[in-house]
Nanobody, 120 residues
Framework: QVQLVESGGGLVQPGGSLRLSCAAS????????MNWFRQVPGKQRELVAS???????YYADFVKDRFAISRDNAKNTVYLQMNTLQPEDTAVYFC??????????????WGQGTQVTVSS
């Protein structure tokens, strides 16, 4: 079955960097778009970045020029490099993908989440 396992979160000082990883299994990874979301308690989950199967990235405005999403199809892994982190980036970060089709009901898959805390 589909599994997404995140790692790499932790505590970092403002201005620091972290790299999140999401190991995927159970589907054909190299054709599947992958996403990173984040969520703060009491707020809706928000899209941070996406990468298409071909490697084309998309970024939310609030992370442009600071975060970089990439993928290694040989390792079935998607990464989120986060630089110049700020306290407002503190959140639980989730790896996500979904499947849908003409005759297939959309199904979303989420990892368990990894906590990122930016604090001095």
């Amino acid at each position: 079955q589909v599994q997404l396992v995140e790692s790499g979160g932790g505590l970092v000082q403002p201005g620091g960097s972290l790299r999140l990883s999401c190991a995927a299994s159970g589907f054909t990874f190299n054709i599947q778009s992958m996403n990173w979301f984040r969520q703060v308690p009491g707020k809706q989950r928000e899209l941070v970045a996406s990468v298409s199967g071909g490697g084309t990235p998309y970024y939310a405005d609030f992370v442009k020029d600071r975060f970089a999403i990439s993928r290694d199809n040989a390792k079935n892994t998607v990464y989120l490099q986060m630089n110049t982190l700020q306290p407002e980036d503190t959140a639980v970060y989730f790896c996500h993908t979904f499947f849908s089709g003409t005759y297939i009901k959309r199904t979303d898959y989420w990892g368990q989440g990894t906590q990122v805390t930016v604090s001095s």
